[in-house]
């Protein structure tokens, strides 16, 4: 079997084998459901991306896959971090990423949030004026500068899932185009604050270029407004990310991300005699290849399509239900087999929507194969849940051909965590 771009993956006796360790049997060991993430694949992907952007910072974006071994490896590699919360904080800081290379993001952010990030020392992107002046006083309470800077809206519409897209006029996210200049012009009156940068991000998982060049002008445009009209120079252009990857067909690469943004950049920075830094927060690219999730089929039944039971569902990767994405479906332990049946992959949760894959070719399945759900290291164990009374899966992290547990599977007792029985129910 040729797994083409997914050079990690491998075949050894039928059965499914990643950075050399085959599946079945790490399956057979740990039970399934099951993450498996490949070390060296999270560490290349972060060094490809990286080498594609010499001079820029590049800053993991924590929300994709926050467990503290990702963050840690990443940290060894010299990422920085964008986190969207204080737990992403606590977690980007404990796995020793350096707070100065951390950017704090957030829509809705608590006091609490602001205090931490004060406490902290990282900057802060600020996403509305309401939150500049809590910052603001926040940290002049705390006799501290933070250093920020404010996520703007470019209004770029990049063809995404319209859930995953950010920088349309009518997101959520950022300051309106047209309220950019009065921002900056507030908060240079503040104290607590030092302007230091601006950024964006436009959505995720773009597969064309593009809105990327659109973005970078438009970033572009601000940073000359800004100079011009505000004698700003700021230290950091954050273009946030959402390079998507290829989880069927092709996705531009960090190279191809690189050739349209940064002739932008360099053309714009040289003409208007700045040295800003560039950031990038890649999330997916990162680690969303460097993961497959592993499940056991408990059924296979024909109705109106033939349906594949399997002890994953949308518990345990969102993805297909939320936004129908699509995802590779593997029986792990029949490689080799010829496709010649048609299934339909469905999760064990009550509910008409939990199914993974629709009407995917693969070799005659039974019960107690091996399925392996190809891309889901990014928003994978992230978006899990523990609805329909499901504790979540173990993960296995492969490095070199060895495989280490870095999560425990849940416990019964781990779904009533927090929970008690008042009283009178005693
Ligand atoms: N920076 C900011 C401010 C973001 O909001 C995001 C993602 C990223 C960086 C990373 O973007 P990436 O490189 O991963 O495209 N759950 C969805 C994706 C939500 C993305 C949210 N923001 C999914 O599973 O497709």
Same mark, same amino acid.
């Given at each position: 079997?040729?797994?083409?771009?997914?050079?990690?993956?491998?075949?050894?006796?039928?059965?499914?084998?990643?950075? +050399? =360790? @085959? !599946?079945?049997?790490?399956?057979?060991?740990?039970?399934t459901p /099951?993450?498996? *993430?490949?070390?060296? $694949? #999270?560490?290349?992907?972060?060094?490809?991306?990286a080498?594609?952007?010499?001079?820029?910072?590049?800053?993991?974006?924590?929300?994709?896959?926050?467990?503290?071994?990702?963050?840690?490896?990443?940290?060894?590699?010299?990422? +920085? =971090? @964008? !986190?969207?919360?204080?737990?992403?904080?606590?977690?980007?800081? /404990?796995?020793? *990423?350096?707070?100065? $290379? #951390?950017?704090?993001n957030?829509?809705s952010k608590?006091d609490?949030?602001?205090?931490?990030?004060?406490?902290?020392?990282?900057?802060?992107?600020?996403?509305?004026?309401?939150?500049?002046?809590?910052?603001?006083?926040?940290?002049?309470?705390?006799?501290?500068?933070?250093?920020?800077?404010?996520?703007?809206?470019?209004?770029?519409?990049?063809?995404?899932?319209?859930?995953?897209a950010?920088g349309?006029?009518?997101?959520?996210?950022?300051?309106?185009?047209?309220?950019?200049?009065?921002?900056?012009v507030?908060?240079?009156?503040?104290?607590?604050?030092?302007?230091?940068?601006?950024?964006?991000?436009?959505?995720?998982?773009?597969?064309?270029?593009?809105?990327?060049?659109?973005?970078?002008?438009?970033?572009?445009?601000?940073?000359?407004?800004?100079?011009?009209?505000?004698?700003?120079?700021?230290?950091?252009?954050?273009?946030?990310?959402?390079?998507?990857?290829?989880?069927?067909?092709?996705?531009?690469?960090?190279?191809?991300?690189?050739?349209?943004?940064?002739?932008?950049?360099?053309?714009?920075?040289?003409?208007?005699?700045?040295?800003?830094?560039?950031?990038?927060?890649?999330?997916?690219?990162?680690?969303?290849?460097?993961?497959?999730?592993?499940?056991?089929?408990?059924?296979?039944?024909e109705?109106?399509?033939?349906?594949?039971?399997v002890?994953?569902?949308?518990?345990?990767?969102?993805?297909?239900?939320?936004?129908?994405?699509?995802?590779?479906?593997?029986?792990?332990?029949?490689?080799?087999?010829?496709?010649?049946?048609?299934?339909?992959?469905?999760?064990?949760i009550?509910?008409?929507?939990?199914?993974?894959?629709?009407?995917?070719?693969?070799?005659?399945?039974?019960?107690?194969?091996?399925?392996?759900?190809?891309?889901?290291?990014?928003y994978?164990?992230?978006?899990?849940?523990?609805?329909?009374?499901?504790?979540?899966?173990?993960?296995v992290?492969?490095?070199?051909?060895?495989?280490?547990?870095?999560?425990?599977?849940?416990?019964?007792?781990d779904?009533?965590?927090?929970?008690?029985?008042?009283?009178?129910?005693?």
């Open positions: 079997m040729d797994f083409g771009r997914r050079d990690h993956l491998g075949a050894k006796n039928g059965h499914l084998t990643i950075d +050399g =360790a @085959d !599946v079945v049997d790490l399956a057979r060991q740990h039970g /099951l993450y498996v *993430i490949d070390e060296g $694949r #999270i560490r290349n992907n972060y060094r490809r991306f080498a594609a952007f010499p001079d820029a910072d590049v800053y993991y974006a924590v929300k994709a896959n926050g467990h503290i071994a990702v963050l840690r490896m990443l940290a060894q590699e010299g990422a +920085g =971090a @964008d !986190v969207f919360s204080d737990g992403e904080l606590y977690a980007a800081l /404990l796995a020793g *990423i350096p707070p100065e $290379r #951390i950017l704090f957030g829509n608590t609490a949030e602001l205090r931490m990030a004060c406490e902290t020392n990282v900057r802060v992107s600020v996403d509305s004026l309401d939150e500049l002046r809590a910052l603001a006083r926040i940290a002049s309470e705390a006799n501290k500068e933070v250093e920020i800077a404010f996520r703007v809206n470019p209004d770029v519409s990049p063809a995404t899932h319209p859930k995953i950010t349309l006029v009518q997101s959520k996210f950022g300051i309106p185009h047209h309220q950019v200049l009065a921002s900056y507030e908060a240079l009156s503040l104290e607590g604050v030092r302007l230091a940068g601006i950024h964006c991000h436009i959505g995720s998982q773009i597969l064309e270029l593009s809105p990327f060049a659109e973005m970078m002008t438009r970033m572009m445009d601000l940073v000359e407004a800004l100079k011009n009209e505000l004698k700003l120079e700021l230290d950091f252009i954050d273009i946030g990310s959402g390079l998507g990857i290829p989880y069927a067909g092709t996705a531009p690469t960090p190279i191809d991300l690189a050739n349209t943004v940064l002739p932008i950049f360099n053309a714009r920075s040289r003409a208007l005699d700045i040295r800003s830094k560039l950031i990038l927060e890649p999330g997916r690219y990162i680690v969303g290849d460097a993961a497959i999730l592993l499940c056991t089929v408990n059924t296979v039944k109705a109106h399509s033939t349906f594949v039971g002890d994953a569902g949308f518990n345990l990767l969102l993805r297909p239900t939320l936004y129908e994405s699509w995802h590779e479906v593997i029986v792990a332990n029949k490689l080799g087999k010829t496709s010649d049946h048609v299934y339909t992959i469905a999760g064990p009550c509910e008409s929507g939990d199914i993974l894959a629709r009407d995917r070719r693969l070799p005659r399945v039974e019960k107690g194969d091996l399925i392996a759900i190809l891309d889901a290291g990014a994978g164990f992230a978006m899990s849940s523990q609805y329909n009374g499901r504790p979540r899966a173990s993960e992290l492969v490095n070199k051909g060895e495989a280490e547990i870095i999560r425990r599977r849940e416990s019964y007792g779904l009533l965590t927090g929970q008690n029985i008042p009283p009178h129910l005693l």
